[in-house]
């Protein structure tokens, strides 16, 4: 488990982390959101020991991880601009790994290099960028840690590279139990593989919530009642984030679970009654709307 409480990081007067504080569970894939200078990065480098918190303390299992081989063991890091080796090949990066960690499986490592068509003996420098990233999760798989960390791993590349080292990932998690940190900007990119997501802003967390937590606990439904009357004394009764009304039609974005909702709009009588799929960012949307911030300007909705 990932223990991380009161941190702070400053960089010339100006704090890129402000008193954070989050746990991150082992064998999921928890995904840390947030614009550019949200401080992702500069909190994931204190989380693999690159840079040392001005306060506060970070743990993974229980080993703080500043200056601490044995707390490093557990992880391999990959940050957005891998660094190889110059004129490197694949194999000779592999053999670097292998004195690091000491559990590396070059039979997986040389398994993952065929199965995807790259070619070993060829300089790593000749590589494009997606065949950079898809060797850096192979070397970071096969070195066979607990925990991998992510920064911006999947950014900019194409879907067909994308949708491979996810499934490298995935398949890690179930075989062993692999516990995945991932950072994007983009909501839509950690929707579909995160089992919590945590969004920060300005250097604290807005919010920190499993993922089926959200999508049980925040529902979306249009109405139309048969005696708009009735309208007042339902509304009493959900706690709404959003409602929109446009005719006799009202849409309620609300916190409450779909058999609350049953219950109490099975006392009204209706025309129309349905309760609509909210997609991760609709549901951010409206919780972070409350706490008083427009996430629609804070995170990157694009594909």
């Known amino acids: ?54 306060s506060g303390k970070i743990t993974i299992d229980e080993k703080e991880v500043y200056d601490n ?9 990959i940050p957005d601009d891998v660094y190889y080796f110059p004129l490197a090949k694949p194999k000779d990066m592999a053999e670097h790994y292998k004195g690091i960690y000491q559990n590396f499986s070059v039979e997986y490592f040389n398994e993952m290099m065929e199965r995807f ?17 898809q060797l850096a999760v192979i070397l970071a798989l ?17 879907p067909v590279i994308r949708q491979a080292t996810k499934s490298l990932i995935a398949q890690a998690m179930e075989d062993r139990g692999l516990t995945t940190v991932l950072t994007s900007h983009n909501l839509r990119e950690l929707e579909d593989v995160c089992d919590h997501i945590g969004l920060l802003h300005q250097g ?23 005696d708009e009357n009735d309208s007042q004394n339902v509304e009493l009764q ?12 009202h849409v309620y974005t609300v916190r409450q679970t779909p058999a609350e909702l049953d219950d109490l ?39």
């Open 204 to 226: 604290g967390v807005l919010l920190s919530k499993d993922i089926e937590d959200l999508k049980i606990g925040v529902q979306k439904l249009q109405v139309v009642y048969e």
């Open 117 to 133: 068509g790259l070619d070993r003996n060829r300089r790593v420098n000749t590589f494009s960028k997606g065949m950079k990233k």
């Open 238 to 249: 959900m706690e709404i984030l959003d409602h929109k009304r446009q005719g006799r039609l």
């Open 1 to 54: 488990m990932i223990e991380i409480k009161q941190v702070s990081k400053a960089f010339d007067g100006v704090k890129a982390v402000d008193g954070l504080s989050m746990s991150m569970n082992e064998k999921e894939v928890f995904g840390l959101l947030g614009t550019n200078g949200a401080g992702k990065t500069t909190l994931l480098r204190m989380m693999t020991g690159i840079l040392k918190a001005d």
């Open 69 to 77: 081989p044995k707390a490093k063991e557990l992880f391999f890091f």
């Open 265 to 303: 709009f099975g006392k009204v009588k209706t025309v129309l009654y349905e309760i609509l799929p909210l997609t991760l960012e609709e549901i951010f949307i409206s919780e972070t709307e409350v706490v008083g911030y427009d996430i629609s300007k804070i995170i990157n909705r694009s594909l």
């Open 142 to 158: 096969s070195a066979q840690t607990k925990y991998l960390f992510c920064d911006e791993t999947f950014d900019g590349l194409d």
